[in-house]
């Protein structure tokens, strides 16, 4: 061996450095896959066990004996009611918030007071949120328990989940084409109008996605303000108070005894699929912009 | 050609102008009230937080100043707000909160921490994407879902395997807040791992280091404040959680001595108790003392780990 192929081979240290490298990258796979198999382990069972009860009569149907028995219509209806309320509500808030921040504000006191209030918006627990909507909405604005009092609560809650999703598609709008709009003479809110929105439509309905996705899945900011236990009507106003799924969830696992083991699982699964689909809808949608982006 | 004074142009020509300086006008007005919209939307958040803070605050305050000790509250064993004469020690809750997040963290830094290095530093190409998906789609799962999960799943398991009478205990709940919390730990994680410039992971490349001494000699240390930030924030979203633990705690209103315990979190009492509490009653306030007591906890732990986030990102 000449002196020039030993100096490219390996020293010990190195092949250690290698060896150790190897077993680190191994170990950091299989703990990441803890954090996903159990969980995957999870949705089978509740799959393995939800899965025959899901009949169309089981999502058509009146829960009887206080949803023992019977389907989930006005729960899915009550949801479907409440998440509407929290989209008319959180959206144009949002949206405008997201608006003023990327296209309007300075870093001023304001702006940084604007940033903080959305940090921690999105870290109150989610039964201080229930609390405030028992506070404002159901007493002080006097909506009463309603779809409207529990829409405005998840609102709140989802706020700021619309407004970080619609800043980051705002600011994904390369600076250039706002200076050529200006440039032409128009105005700021004529550039934004028919040059920012339309180029970032994709994040505001990521925006709208995430939002139902939590909106649907919350219990806790929906007990108190409009949820009940059971009203076998769906509503037919905002006034009115309805079931809701994942109140039912909550009912039908904790309260109410003698319920067969396939129910919970089913709602549970109902819930899931609803989240997990939106989610992936969101996904596919950012995956595809990414992909054919002009800029 | 467009020297002939105003008066003697074409009547049509005029209004062209006219109109489009109206036009100008309008559009000057729309930009105008677009401007103020948008404003107050961006306002609207702040004055969501404020009142949070008052409205809570004022249904709690005047009952923590007149009629609260607290230092019942912060010590006291027993809470009973319901007998005779009613007793608002929210000691046992506090423990309770406590040593669920606790579980809640041992079990998810590790996981997420290890994950975020997995993800960020060693996966590659398309399996790193779907692993990002993955871990994104688990953060979504409803927490009424993980109570059921805790009820249904866990609890049986735990009983079984640790021969208890009942398997809901603070450790069925720290695993269920664990799992919750740890995809979001670990998106927040991988950012920071993400913030260490490449030019830092190079020259140690360079120098002749492997992958793994790059992560732990270079990578690590540098992202320490934002991995910081991210088990800041798990405790803070363990510590908010509500019906997962609820249903998983067991929900006995006692201090635990074990992991093995039943326990109850301040959190799921006031989701227990609000509804059968009436309006303006006694007990009714003390709950909102609660929450308020969860707000300020949450918004300290908030703004301390946003503060560590934008120090980070100036420089």
Redesign the interface.
């Known amino acids: 061996m000449t002196a020039l192929d030993t100096t490219f081979l390996p020293t010990a240290r190195e092949r250690r450095a290698h060896g150790v490298q190897a077993v680190v990258r191994t170990g950091f796979l299989a703990i990441t896959l803890l954090l996903l198999v159990p969980v995957l382990g999870i949705l089978a069972v509740l799959v393995i066990e939800g899965a025959p009860a899901m009949t169309p009569s089981f999502f058509l149907d009146k829960p009887q004996k206080l949803g023992a028995a019977g389907g989930i219509w006005p729960a899915l209806v009550g949801t479907v009611w409440m998440t509407g309320v929290a989209l008319v509500v959180a959206l144009p808030l949002g949206v405008a918030a997201a608006i003023y921040l990327s296209e309007y504000a300075r870093d001023t006191w304001l702006t940084r007071l604007i940033n903080l209030a959305i940090v921690n918006l999105a870290g109150v627990p989610s039964i201080v949120h229930a609390l405030f909507g028992v506070g404002a909405f159901v007493h002080f604005l006097h909506f009463g328990e309603s779809i409207l009092a529990a829409g405005c609560t998840l609102a709140v809650m989802t706020l700021p989940v619309v407004i970080v999703a619609t800043r980051e598609s705002l600011q994904a709008v390369p600076r250039s084409f706002r200076d050529a709009c200006w440039s032409m003479g128009a105005t700021r809110w004529q550039t934004i109008r028919h040059i920012v929105l339309p180029n970032s439509i994709s994040g505001i309905l990521t925006g709208l996605i995430l939002v139902v996705c939590r909106a649907v899945g919350e219990t806790a900011p929906i007990m108190f303000t409009g949820a009940v236990f059971l009203r076998l009507v769906p509503p037919e106003t905002v006034f009115d108070r309805s079931m809701a799924l994942s109140f039912h969830l909550y009912t039908v696992s904790t309260q109410v005894t003698n319920v067969p083991r396939a129910i919970p699982f089913a709602v549970a699964l109902t819930l899931i699929l609803v989240v997990l689909s939106m989610n992936a809808i969101a996904i596919a949608f950012r995956m595809k912009l990414r992909g054919r982006k002009k800029w | 050609m467009n020297t002939t004074p105003a008066a003697t142009r074409p009547r049509q020509d005029l209004e062209a102008i006219a109109a489009g300086l109206d036009r100008r006008a309008a559009?000057?007005w729309?930009?105008r009230v677009?401007?103020w919209?948008?404003?107050?939307?961006?306002?609207?958040?702040?004055l969501?937080?404020a009142?949070?803070f008052v409205?809570?605050g004022?249904?709690g305050f005047e009952f923590a100043w007149n009629r609260l000790s607290i230092t019942e509250l912060l010590f006291g064993e027993r809470w009973e707000p319901t007998a005779n004469p009613p007793s608002y020690g929210a000691f046992s809750l506090l423990a309770g909160t406590a040593w669920i997040t606790v579980v809640a963290m041992i079990v998810a830094v590790?996981?997420?921490f290890?994950?975020a290095?997995?993800?960020g530093e060693?996966a590659r190409g398309r399996a790193r994407e779907w692993?990002k998906?993955?871990?994104?789609?688990?953060a979504?799962?409803?927490?009424?879902?993980w109570?059921?999960?805790g009820?249904?799943?866990m609890g049986p398991w735990i009983q079984h395997l640790f021969g208890l009478q009942s398997g809901l205990n603070v450790l069925n709940a720290g695993i269920i807040l664990g799992?919750m919390a740890?995809?979001i730990m670990?998106t927040i994680a991988e950012d920071a791992l993400k913030a260490v410039p490449d030019s830092y992971r190079e020259a140690a490349e360079s120098l002749?280091?492997?992958?793994?001494?790059v992560v732990r000699r270079v990578v690590l240390p540098h992202a320490r404040p934002g991995l910081s930030a991210a088990v800041l924030?798990g405790i803070?979203r363990a510590?908010?959680?509500?019906?997962a633990v609820?249903?998983a705690s067991g929900h006995r209103l006692m201090a635990p001595g074990s992991v093995f315990d039943p326990a109850a979190t301040i959190?799921a009492t006031?989701?227990a108790e609000?509804?059968e509490a009436a309006?303006d009653s006694d007990h009714y306030q003390v709950?909102?003392v609660l929450?308020l007591v969860?707000?300020l906890i949450?918004?300290t732990?908030?703004?301390i780990a946003?503060r560590i986030v934008r120090g980070r990102r100036r420089p």
């Open positions: 559009n000057w729309s930009d677009a401007r919209l948008v404003t107050a939307g961006g306002v609207s958040a702040i969501f937080i009142g949070i409205f809570i004022s249904q590790p996981l997420s290890c994950a290095i997995f993800v060693f692993l998906i993955l871990i994104e789609l688990l979504a799962i409803p927490s009424v879902v109570g059921v999960i009820l249904q799943v799992l740890a995809p670990t002749g280091a492997s992958r793994w001494q924030l803070g510590f908010g959680e509500t019906i609820l249903m959190t006031i989701a609000l509804g309006v709950l909102f929450g969860l707000f949450t918004f732990i908030n703004l946003d």
